[in-house]
C-alpha cells in the first residue's frame, strides 16, 4: 500500500493549487482517505476527508467554501483543491488512508500515509 501526495508550490493569496495523492495497491474508493497539514510546533491538522464508496466529503471550518476533494476512480487519485488561499493555509500537506472507511479528523485513525508535499501562500 503506498500513498504519493504531490502538487505542493509557491503561491500568492487569492490563488489556487491542486493537490494530488495518488494511491497504489488497493482501489481508491475502498478506504476513506483524508488531508491533513502540519506546520512547524504545531500539531497535524485534519483538513478535509473523502469517505469509502459514497464519497461523502468533510472539511474543517477554516477551508470550508474554498477547499473541494474530488476522487478519481479511474486514475486511482484524491485530490486536493484549494481555492482563495490565505497565507494561514501554509503548511506541509499529507494524504493518509483510514482502515475504518469512514472519515475522521485524527491522525491516529489513518493506517497508511504518503509523504508530505510544501505549500507556501505568500507574495
Known amino acids: 500500500v503506498q500513498l504519493q501526495a504531490s502538487g505542493g508550490g509557491l503561491v500568492q493569496p487569492g490563488g489556487s493549487l491542486r493537490l494530488s495523492c495518488v494511491v497504489r495497491?488497493?482501489?481508491?474508493?475502498?478506504?476513506?482517505i483524508g488531508w491533513f497539514r502540519q506546520v512547524p510546533g504545531k500539531e497535524r491538522e485534519g483538513v478535509s476527508c473523502?469517505?469509502?464508496?459514497?464519497?461523502?466529503?468533510y472539511y474543517v471550518d477554516s477551508v470550508k467554501g474554498r477547499f473541494t476533494t474530488l476522487r478519481d476512480n479511474a486514475e486511482g487519485t484524491v485530490y486536493l483543491q484549494m481555492n482563495s488561499l490565505k497565507p494561514e493555509d501554509t503548511a506541509v500537506y499529507y494524504c493518509?488512508?483510514?482502515?475504518?472507511?469512514?472519515?475522521?479528523?485524527?491522525?491516529?485513525?489513518?493506517?497508511?500515509w504518503g509523504q508530505g508535499t510544501l505549500v507556501t501562500v505568500s507574495s
Open positions: 473523502i469517505s469509502s464508496g459514497d464519497g461523502i466529503n
Open positions: 495497491g488497493f482501489r481508491v474508493d475502498y478506504y476513506a
Open positions: 493518509a488512508a483510514t482502515f475504518s472507511r469512514t472519515c475522521s479528523p485524527h491522525m491516529t485513525d489513518y493506517n497508511f
